[in-house]
């Protein structure tokens, strides 16, 4: 499908799944690293849809104890035959190239070349993706099969790179709301041509940010595309006072496979984001999981690096490395299923606003339950618009509400929805019932 703007603001699962996925067809085939034109590419692509701020960081650039490396441009890699065919060709898959190969140009025979192939024996079918960023090497990728099928050589070997001083590039949108403290979500765009690692996390974030004005936070919103480690370091490292913002937040990535969502804990395990994502997971499938953090995985490592200690999990669907196609061509955009994408969205949106929303109050009214009825606020009539909140949830909080339980608590205890639970206490705090706890 064609994509505009609107499609992305949609609130038909089906159709916003489609849209979804077709940006993820968009941004596929560009070769993205943790540096140079990919990643511009790919955020004036975003910029289409929602502003993003680029920040340019010089390479040489210490990050605390990461240096910015140089960047890393790709025109064009191939093996070739002696008859000029291109036998391994990097215009027909962006794995195809080690990412980050130095360039080089040579004729080798297979056995010269041998070292420089990777290949998955286990999965002859598919191609591997490797990286070698802080190490120069030069390299490619290609099936096991293809691989059997190469001959003997002699090859002609190009890899039409440049890797030299430039910059790595954040990409940033902050929507302001009504308060300085920060909601956080980040997505990394440093894989070339693999759809469920990168490509999910990338569209969900950008389709949030195109609807957060429908979430009506409090909260303002800062959404982070950044390269993997580099990045988020890189991140830190030019924003260490801003942190102290965040209330909560979440690294998005593998969402668009079939899986089940997997909610993974921030490094405290007991902040808002986990108590929102334990709790939106909870109510929206029985086959959810949550996992506790470790430190390893996506960016939530340097989030939930002991002097940072953010409140940051990550949501993600199958984990990464516990599905077979992760990190090779099987994930493409045949595996993005987009109706989990949209799924996928909705969980981030819940998990957002129940952050957003996350209070602790205390009843002014706590000797015996306080009348409803004269405040209007019990149903006179059964099957009333479902828009006015049961009255079991106006118990639940009026009962737990003694300056100690929060909404999310109170939310867990009862078995409501937090939307409920968050509906009552403002019907609540409107009656003069409930106050902010100090
Ligand atoms: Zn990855």
Request: aromatic share 6%.
């Amino acid at each position: 499908m064609s994509l505009d703007h609107a499609h992305l603001l949609e609130e038909d699962s089906a159709l916003l799944g489609q849209s979804l996925h077709a940006l993820a067809e968009r941004l596929y085939p560009i070769c993205r690293s943790i540096t140079g034109p990919g990643v511009r590419e790919t955020l004036k692509i975003l910029s289409e849809f929602v502003p993003v701020k680029l920040t340019e960081i010089p390479s040489g650039t210490d990050v605390f104890d990461w240096t910015i490396p140089n960047e890393w441009t790709i025109r064009d890699a191939y093996v070739a035959d002696h008859h000029g065919n291109r036998v391994i060709d990097f215009q027909a898959h962006t794995l195809h190239v080690l990412n980050y190969s130095a360039p080089v140009r040579a004729t080798l025979s297979l056995e010269e070349l041998r070292p420089h192939l990777h290949t998955l024996p286990d999965q002859p079918n598919l191609i591997p993706y490797r990286t070698s960023y802080y190490k120069e090497n030069w390299g490619f990728c290609l099936s096991q099969r293809q691989l059997e099928m190469l001959g003997d050589g002699p090859f002609e070997v190009c890899v039409d790179s440049t890797l030299a001083p430039g910059s790595l590039t954040l990409g940033e949108i902050l929507i302001p709301g009504k308060s300085e403290k920060e909601i956080l979500i980040s997505a990394h765009m440093c894989h070339p041509s693999l759809a469920n690692d990168n490509l999910s996390g990338l569209v969900i974030a950008t389709a949030l940010a195109m609807r957060a004005e429908a979430l009506n936070l409090t909260h303002s919103l800062r959404i982070l595309f950044i390269p993997g480690t580099i990045g988020s370091i890189a991140w830190l490292a030019l924003n260490e006072a801003a942190t102290a913002k965040i209330s909560g937040g979440l690294v998005l990535t593998g969402l668009g496979d079939s899986g089940p969502l997997t909610y993974k804990r921030s490094r405290n395990g007991e902040t808002v984001v986990d108590r929102a994502a334990e709790h939106v997971l909870a109510h929206i499938g029985e086959a959810n999981s949550v996992i506790d953090f470790s430190p390893w995985g996506y960016d939530e490592r340097q989030y939930g690096s002991p002097g940072f200690d953010l409140p940051v999990g990550r949501l993600s669907r199958t984990p990464h490395g516990e599905y077979p196609e992760y990190h090779t061509s099987g994930d493409n955009l045949e595996l993005l299923n987009a109706e989990a994408l949209a799924a996928s969205l909705q969980a981030v949106e819940a998990i957002v606003s129940a952050i957003d929303g996350e209070a602790v109050f205390q009843s002014t009214n706590p000797k015996g339950e306080p009348r409803l009825g004269k405040r209007g606020l019990y149903r006179q009539t059964a099957g009333q618009g479902g828009a006015v909140p049961d009255e079991i949830a106006f118990l639940w909080v009026l009962n737990q509400s003694d300056g100690t339980h929060s909404l999310l608590d109170i939310a867990k205890k009862s078995g409501l929805e937090f939307k409920k639970i968050r509906g009552a206490a403002a019907a609540l705090q409107d009656a003069g019932l409930l106050l902010p706890a100090a």
